[in-house]
């Protein structure tokens, strides 16, 4: 299926509410499947991966299928290990080219009962049911994945001795942690750091009603669009100005471009005034909030504005190597994204330069693949405020943010099925 976007330009103006975060809504569930008597949420996440969860979580099947939700697949992999019985944990295809043995060497050293069903180090797996008392001491590389410190950091508090987790390396994605955190103190679970550890000692879950802040990675998409129109004014409801979510810092990126928040009861209003230049650079690290690197590779684009970007180093597992797959697309317009070595200010990593090349349409309307990614499609589809544009297998916008579409036909896009 291809669909076909297009707006017929002028200021952007009007009104979206966003669903819960699929980021906070997955924590809670786990965490409310490992509270005694468990507790309402509300305003839970219309995502697939959300839906997804909490069907596994509720199913007493032997083989839990996870598809392509890589929270939802690690999250499982640490709370089987306390259901009772045996299962077999899978998902799609990609999903079982994505790494989980760091998680699985963990979760061993506190007496998991795991073992591949396929591949040594990737999923599918085979997940019993153990008393995880072998180790209260863990370090584990914090350069990967955030996830498997969140798994690991909320069954914590359920181990016989709580937990002492050394974070080995640089930190990525430390606002998700903070998160993973916070949402447990919420639910009466308290921690400590000593330095690059945390401590959390037995204690349990204390249940109280929760209700979800809406996703800043999906608002990221406005903030895009205002920066592209030539004028904006949009409400978008459910986000909180004290977030616990890292992608909450997109609202200062885009300050960059001209766009302005004003926080309301509802929300955040989103205005940028007409004539408002482009930055001549955009220079960020996105090691704290990497969802949103797409989002501003596709905004610079569209401004002819030149970028220069780190932090990138977990986009190469996500549901594709999203580096490459928006050097590709962005290709297609003749905006070239390459790496360069570069050392940063701590004298290592590499930088991805964008090209300060505006993004070209003079050879037609583009077809964006999607790769499975979600973010793909709604990270390009602000495009379309310039010219028309496809994008192909348009629907995995449901792992995160199924209104995507219906949410830009009431800004007046135009969305049409072509294929």
């Not at 590389?141 to 050394?166: E, F, K, V």
């Not at 800043?216 to 129109?229: F, P, R």
């Not at 693949?369 to 348009?394: C, G, K, Q, S």
Request: proline residues 6%.
């Amino acid at each position: 299926m291809i669909y076909q976007l297009s707006h017929p330009g002028g200021p952007l103006r009007g009104r979206v509410a966003l669903t819960g975060s699929k980021s906070i809504a997955n924590r809670a569930l786990i965490i409310r499947a490992l509270t005694e008597g468990g507790f309402p949420i509300h305003r839970l996440a219309a995502a697939d991966d959300t839906v997804r969860l909490e069907r596994l979580l509720a199913s007493d099947d032997d083989t839990l299928d996870a598809g392509p939700a890589g929270t939802t697949f690690r999250f499982l992999t640490g709370f089987l290990c306390r259901r009772p019985g045996r299962q077999l944990l899978t998902g799609s295809q990609r999903m079982k080219e994505r790494p989980i043995g760091i998680l699985v060497d963990a979760l061993r050293q506190l007496g998991a009962d795991i073992t591949y069903a396929e591949k040594e180090g990737y999923p599918p797996l085979y997940i019993g049911e153990s008393a995880l008392d072998a180790a209260s001491e863990l370090s584990i590389a914090a350069d990967t994945s955030s996830q498997y410190i969140s798994c690991l950091l909320m069954l914590a508090p359920t181990l016989p001795n709580g937990l002492r987790l050394r974070l080995e390396g640089d930190i990525v994605s430390l606002p998700y942690i903070k998160m993973t955190l916070s949402l447990m103190a919420y639910f009466g679970v308290s921690h400590h750091w000593e330095e690059q550890t945390i401590v959390v000692p037995p204690q349990a879950y204390r249940g109280r009603a929760f209700t979800v802040e809406a996703d800043w990675s999906a608002a990221s998409y406005y903030y895009s669009l205002a920066a592209i129109a030539p004028e904006a004014d949009l409400q978008v409801d459910g986000l909180f100005a004290e977030s616990v979510q890292g992608d909450s810092v997109v609202a200062k990126l885009y300050e960059r471009f001209g766009v302005q928040t004003t926080y309301n009861d509802g929300g955040v209003r989103i205005t940028k005034a007409a004539a408002t230049p482009p930055p001549p650079l955009f220079e960020q690290d996105f090691v704290e909030c990497p969802d949103i690197a797409q989002t501003l590779m596709a905004t610079c684009a569209a401004q002819g504005v030149q970028g220069l970007y780190s932090g990138l180093q977990t986009l190469f597992i996500k549901e594709t190597d999203r580096v490459k797959a928006m050097k590709t697309e962005l290709g297609k317009l003749g905006v070239a994204l390459y790496k360069i070595p570069m050392k940063l200010s701590d004298g290592s990593g590499l930088q991805y330069f964008g090209q300060d090349e505006k993004a070209n349409f003079s050879l037609g309307t583009p077809t964006f693949a999607t790769y499975h990614d979600h973010r793909m499609a709604m990270a390009l589809a602000p495009l379309a405020l310039l010219h028309p544009v496809r994008i192909e297998d348009p629907m995995v916008v449901g792992k995160s943010y199924p209104d995507f579409y219906h949410d830009l036909e009431s800004l007046g896009f135009v969305v049409e099925k072509v294929e």
